[in-house]
């Protein structure tokens, strides 16, 4: 990948929600990993993205945070195809601890059972999506008082 004018790896381990477009076109918020390179998105038979990714792997994904009161903008586009491999505790808690604090006792239930729940009987799976385009832009201004 090239070079950036911003620390892509540390933008992307912060819980920002990411946006996931997937054919049709459909966009929809997400929470996700960023890690060994790739972006893995925990999704199950509850929603339609399982369904929309494995009738055509196609997907693309921004993570971007803007905050007009420091004029700090900045994003990252990635394109790439998605697959669906089973889930794996570990990194479901992972994932999990980055949004929600590592107090599993504060969590609201439901997502405390992905990591209780039989992934298998429950249908959990990730998608996992190692870009083929990564694009990152600091797109800041200067605020004047």
Known sequence: MTSHAFDVDAFLRRPLTARLA???PTVRPV???WEEGAFWVLTGPW???LGRVRADPEVALVVDECEPATGLVRQVIARGRAEVLPFDVARGRRKLV????ADEERWDERFVHYLHDDPARRG???LRMEPVSL?????????TP
């Open 124 to 126: 959990t799976v990730w």
């Open 98 to 101: 980055r949004y929600l604090g």
């Open 135 to 143: 694009v990152a832009h600091d797109l800041s201004y200067a605020v």
């Open 22 to 24: 997937t054919n049709g």
């Open 31 to 33: 929470w996700f990993l």
């Open 47 to 49: 929603a339609h993205l």
